[in-house]
């Protein structure tokens, strides 16, 4: 990309003289894996994060994150997990660090609800290894759960967990490699678009770029506010339990899991993972609606007794010593998929928000769409699905 003398954008005007080509806002989960991307393709790319990153006060922070292949959301996410797991792969090989270890996840629910069926048939559509657990297999299986017959699982045989802290730090280290400009500590407070250039105003000063990139989180809403969708943010908490029996929950012997109790909500937790001595554990359906600047971080009571109650009927050998809590972000769109798109007034403003309780696993794959549009206008990854014009 050139720099075009013409762009109604005096680069006078951005800090220490500094044009980018393109400008990325959020520099968390998508935002790191887009300033990779972006770099690796030689573009000159700043990058604006207004904490430090990786973080604890948005969308990333707790140390694990699913990253399965059955989804019931939507049968083509399937082929941008496959893409996102081996991209996954060679920024492991890259940073030299382990991000991904596999564990197998289990989606228990009835046959007939949305989430088994659309789980085991986006598994058989794909052709991903995976087993049909009938309640007795279940229990002979995983005596861990404890579960009313009906139920029956879904075991996803690729599946496994990111380290999402050190995932970022990875995307950031490769990006930074690559020559990216990662400013931290530093919100985005305006910006401006014109058909040649983008105008972005910091708390510390104002930069130029040819294009800019949205990947702001839960702080979306606060920037993009012509969008014609609402975003909406909702608190959510993860709680560390020690199990009573330690042995029956390390990965090996006990998988991933999301267990739909009733109707559309399910709650969900992970092993004991690396050198921890407790599982997570999550209710995704729990739904708090806030905002980035005005949530409870503080985790109460009545989370951890909330969070107790639900999960020791489904695995009481693990809801033992309540050790921490986090409170971590979704932002979600109406239907709960993902928007990756360009804003809908500026060809030159590319958008990646919406990305809910299930979009860390896609963050390589949504960071090349987001290249590919800022820089091509154009990706040929399936993301149709994803487009703002669904929702007209
Ligand atoms: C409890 C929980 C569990 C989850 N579990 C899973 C899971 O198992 N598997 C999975 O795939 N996904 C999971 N997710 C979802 C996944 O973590 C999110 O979808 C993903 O992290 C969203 O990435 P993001 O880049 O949109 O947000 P973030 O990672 O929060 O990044 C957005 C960044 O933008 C910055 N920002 C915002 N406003 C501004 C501004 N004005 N100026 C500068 N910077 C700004 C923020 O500080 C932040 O760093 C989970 C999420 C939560 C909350």
Redesign the pocket.
């Known amino acids: 990309m050139h720099n075009n003398p013409e762009n109604f954008f005096d680069p006078k005007q951005a800090v220490n003289g500094a044009r980018f080509d393109v400008i990325v806002?959020?520099?968390?989960?998508?935002?790191?894996a887009t300033c990779h991307h972006l770099a690796a393709r030689g573009v000159r790319v700043l990058g604006?994060?207004?904490?430090g990153?990786?973080?604890h006060?948005?969308?990333?922070?707790?140390r694990?994150?699913?990253?399965?292949y059955g989804y019931a959301e939507h049968p083509d996410y399937v082929t941008l997990v496959q893409r996102a797991a081996e991209q996954w792969r060679s920024v492991e090989r890259d940073a030299g660090r382990t991000l991904f270890s596999k564990t197998d996840a289990l989606i228990v629910a009835e046959p007939g609800t949305p989430m088994f069926d659309d789980t085991l048939h986006s598994l058989e559509l794909h052709q991903i290894p995976h087993e049909v657990l009938g309640s007795d297999d279940l229990e002979a299986r995983f005596p861990q759960f404890h579960l009313p017959p009906e139920k029956q699982g879904v075991l996803d045989c690729q599946a496994g967990?990111?380290r999402?802290e050190r995932c970022?730090e990875a995307l950031i280290e490769l990006a930074l490699r690559k020559g990216a400009t990662i400013q931290t500590y530093?919100?985005?407070?305006d910006w401006q678009s014109d058909g040649s250039g983008v105008k972005v105003t910091?708390s510390r000063g104002t930069y130029a770029a040819d294009r800019l990139i949205f990947?702001?989180?839960?702080?979306?809403d606060?920037?993009v506010r012509d969008l014609g969708v609402d975003l909406v943010v909702s608190r959510?908490?993860?709680a560390w339990f020690r199990p009573t029996q330690t042995e029956m929950f390390q990965p090996g012997v006990f998988p991933?899991w999301a267990v739909e109790p009733k109707g559309d909500r399910y709650i969900?937790g992970?092993p004991i993972v690396d050198d921890d001595f407790a599982v997570k554990v999550?209710d995704?359906s729990r739904l708090h609606h806030t905002t980035?600047e005005t949530v409870s971080r503080t985790p109460t009571v009545a989370d951890g007794e909330y969070l107790r109650r639900e999960f020791s009927r489904i695995l009481p050998e693990a809801a033992g010593t309540l050790l921490t809590m986090?409170v971590?972000?979704?932002?979600n769109t109406p239907d709960l998929n993902f928007i990756l798109d360009f804003h809908p007034a500026h060809g030159n403003v590319v958008l990646?928000?919406?990305?809910?309780?299930?979009?860390?696993?896609?963050?390589p794959v949504?960071g090349e769409v987001l290249t590919d549009l800022a820089l091509q206008g154009r990706t040929t990854l399936p993301v149709d699905f994803l487009r703002l014009s669904r929702f007209e």
Do not use: D, N, W
């Not at 806002?25 to 790191?32: C, D, E, L, N």
């Open positions: 806002v959020g520099v968390g989960t998508m935002g790191a604006l994060e207004q904490y990153s990786p973080h006060l948005g969308s990333h922070g707790g694990t994150r699913a990253l399965r967990f990111l999402p970022i530093e919100p985005v407070v910091t990947a702001a989180g839960a702080g979306t606060a920037l959510q908490v993860q991933i969900y992970f999550a995704q980035l986090q971590c972000l979704y932002t990646g928000c919406g990305f809910s309780g299930h979009g860390f696993k896609f963050a949504v």
